[in-house]
């Protein structure tokens, strides 16, 4: 670890102004915000990050959670894991959600790490971790050592020849199915970032992860009103019981009207580069009677580009489980 | 290590034996046995409990290694000039300007016999290149990451594959037979049934919960070692020669291990490093281990590959066993894994060959894990049984019951106490084993297929010599003084209880000192040994303790026995009276020693190793055990479960049945790693052990510990000691992984040879659905 400024931010404002002041907001930012440090502090220990400022944000007024004007929810951006995960009105309409976070971490780093914090968790590439090693995510144009390399737990959607990195969010996945926004302040003003916006595939510059610039601060995500008759499932699939990040994961929001898939949103964990939002899968259950069989074609449709590493191939078949029983679970008459 | 070898480093050929178990004796008491919980639960519950790195003194300053990029080359240069400009940074040790650090020879055992910084070669990723000490550690670990290192690479090899070309049997470099009977080659070739498989079991890195550390003070002539160390007594025998100086110039301490695993068993580099360091700087230093470095730089479990042949004939009669196997060990080292520890005495079987052979690699020096040898070897026997049963259409119960032998075939002598038979007979009662349906995938639960396998266990038993000093004190306590350490298993229990059966002093009035070097040396805990060896020593001193009591009583002034001659009176449960008379007519020990104006009774014992016993030669000695495993696979999922273990150890008299059956639970959660999860893998592009961390190296999570149910035979083993107590901190591991790649193959079909099972490998052939 490199020594460091550590700064409180009284407002908003204040951060948003101190974190302005980094050359850059991805990889190597010399600013960066501190609310959990569950990811970051522990990058910083490994020489991975090596910010000049960590700017602490935990006492910004950021953690609320409420009904929006719309009857969807705000979920502030300090709002701890367990928080939401617990949350009556997240338990009772977007169960994906809790699920999601639920099966992620041990309920200690679930108390600590927030819901923007989860948004930027980074990857858990062992290549990324050891700089001893050419990674292209923390020294561009080093090269990539997972290709060829240890990688049975690394991505098969969304790769490219720089990088294979596997975004180890559950949170995310669920907000992908959910269709979720993220709020955002900077010294441009506010935005709103729909979360399918929001991450960036690595192509040849892995190192810029989404689309924040300096000064951005993430300050909420909302999440839509939900659908009358909704259902959500969010199934992750891993090697132990507890604790260990997703080989393959699936979050399912489905609308199930006499037999008839009226919508879904499908996303996937543990296999893409980002959290993974499969329209493929959705378009071949939209419109179409629930079934195993549908299933398993929604499945086949959502990995017929994956392009797996030298030790991740099983992880085609078992995404393709993966989506079939959270499917089979989403649409069990209750 | 053999486990004979394992015999002769705790010295068991020394000393006079201690008393063996008298059929006719009286039991012992019931504190014998009961669960009484760990003495020392209150100080680990409130954190008062002080570990290694715990210890903190004025001045202290902080050690951080660097370490090798490289597996193996030269070191060119070192440039640590920015890190010695930084702030804090007191020194920075390598090889060009370390004060030397020597090898051990005479005496005790080191773990690698390189000491740290000898010259500039690199043997494997992350071998200590350098440390930085400074003011603190953050400072330490700042300026450590700063220090350039140039290296002229050389080729390495971490191949997982060990199918090296090797020299002839028999010749330098060539495999080692470590058992030979009958004729096998003969016998294989003419038998009708036959199996003929190698078996592979990874690299597995021992992870207890406290990393090791090492806190140094240099008083200007000694040096206090604050470790965690399984052997304070090997530990100071070593270091000592490590440094250079005499051994009463260096004193180890560890009163609280956070477990071991037998990754403790000998000293590490840090060790000396530390010691160096403070010696330089004459200011303490504390150096401790990262989760990482515990991968390269404190021992592992080899690999071993282990090609095994059995021949049968139809009616399931073995007529020729086979093992053939071969482990990687390091360029310093020959670490030879004792794969065929159980092989030449678990079946009865006429003719036997076992042969071993090293395969070097660039990794760190391998070291015993629970149950080194053993635990490897019977995966490889116990899945032959298994796929032997299959080929024979016999229960694996029932196979294993009809090779049940009473003669170890090998030493040509009776078992002092071999019950395989029982424990496999309990074990399938109580795991329900009669309802088993033998063909792949014919039992369900829901949508779940469930596996039902089973495997014997075997490991060791013997005892090392040992001295205790035992006081009985006026205030109604004891204290116990020993040179052995409690790892976590429970020895200062034990060792209460001892002093309660043999005085009726409650346990929580004994004081248990042990963990330091100055006091009368005291076992290694390891090989399962140290409880079968402290007892009689413990026993021997609180007994000769007892004695100097008698001798006052007869002998004081105003004593209610003045005049009695010592030998008419005894002491029952803490009262002394003349023999024959009861216990209530006479009067407390401690009022004994007011009256003579004593603090304390002492008396000093000491005991021998099995192998001064001549009784011992007639026998041979082991535990043994039978474990049955079930497993739930999903294949809608590809979830792979192991639902239930039910655990049958003929382990000698149980001293403590609550930590005992402690250790067996621990160990099958222990096997469920062994069995799905743990391998250490090297980097084949630089060696470097890629998945050291524990997001990536996974463990058991208590949510994957199976429903356990842990039983004892408790039937006392005549030879070992008047309890008739063996050990069982290692055997509850045997035979766990087999059971479950037994189970698997009976849920799925599928026969899992390389550890550990993964859901790829259940995922890509014809499994059942």
Redesign the interface.
Known sequence: ???FEYRQSTSVDQAVQAGARSKRAQQYADVRFIAGGTTLVDLMKL?VERPNQVVDINGLPLAQIKTSADGGLVIGALARNSAVAHHPVVQRDYAVLSLALLSGASPQLRNMATTAGNLLQRT?C??F??T??ACNKREPGSGC?AI???NR?LAILGTSKDCIASNPSDQNVALTALEATIQVQGVKGNQSIPIQDFYLKPGSTPNSENVLEPGDLIVSVTLPPPAPDTRSHY?K?R???????A?ASAAIVIKVNGGRIERARVALGGVGTVPWRSREAEQVLEGHTADVALFRRAAEAALKDAQPASEN??KV??AK??I??ALTVSTQSA | MRFEEFVEFIGSQEGAPPKSLDANAPPPSAIIGAGVPRIDGPLKTTGSARYAADYNFPGLVYAVPVRA?IASGKIQRIDSSAAEAMPGVLLVMHHGNIMPLYRNASGGRNSESRPAFEDETVYYWGQYVAAVVAETF?QA??AA?TVKVEYEPAKFNVDPSLSDSLPPEGEPGGPRVMSNRGNTESAFASALVKVDETYITPVETHNPMEMHATVAVWDGKKYTLYESSQGVMNHQNVVSQVLGVPKENVEVISRFIGSGFGGKLFPWPHSAIAAAASRKLNRPVKLTLSRKMMFSNSGHRPRTQQRMRLGATTDGKLLSLQQNYRNHTSYGDDIRENCGEATPFLYSTANLKVTSALVRRNVGTPTPMRGPGAVPGLFALESAMDELAIKLKKDPVELRLSLDTLIDEEKNRPFSSRHLKECLQLGAEKFGWSRRTPEVGSMRKGDLILGWGVAAASWGANRGVCETEVSLRADGTARVGCGTQDIGTGSYTVIAQVITDKTGIPVDKVDVVLGSSALPPGPTSGGSTATATFLPAVIDGVNAAIKVVLTVAGNTKDSPFEGKDPNSLTMTAGRVHEKGAPAASGVSYNEILHIANLASARGDGKSGGLGADPKSHNFSTHSFGAQFVEIEWDP????L?VSRVVSVIDGGRIINMRMATNQVAGAIVMGVGMG??EET?Y?P??G?P??D?F??Y?V?????APQIDVHFLDIPDPLLNEYGARGIGEIGLAGIAPAITAAVYHATGVRVRELPV???DL??TNAVT
Do not use: W
């Not at chain 1, 090697?239 to 990040?245: L, P, S, V």
């Not at chain 2, 058991?700 to 994957?704: C, E, N, Q, S």
């Open positions: 670890m490199q020594t020489d858990r062992v290549y971790r050891d001893a090693h050592s060829g390399g240890h737990m199934l699939l090697d132990r019981a507890a604790y260990e990040f080989l191939g099983f078949e078992l489980r993966c079939v029983q | 990029t953050e670990q700042a990451a809608g999922i590809a979830r479960r799905l999860f893998i980097d592009r630089n470097h890629i998945n961390n997001a990536d996974i058991p999570t208590i949510a994957d993964r859901i790829e995922m890509k």
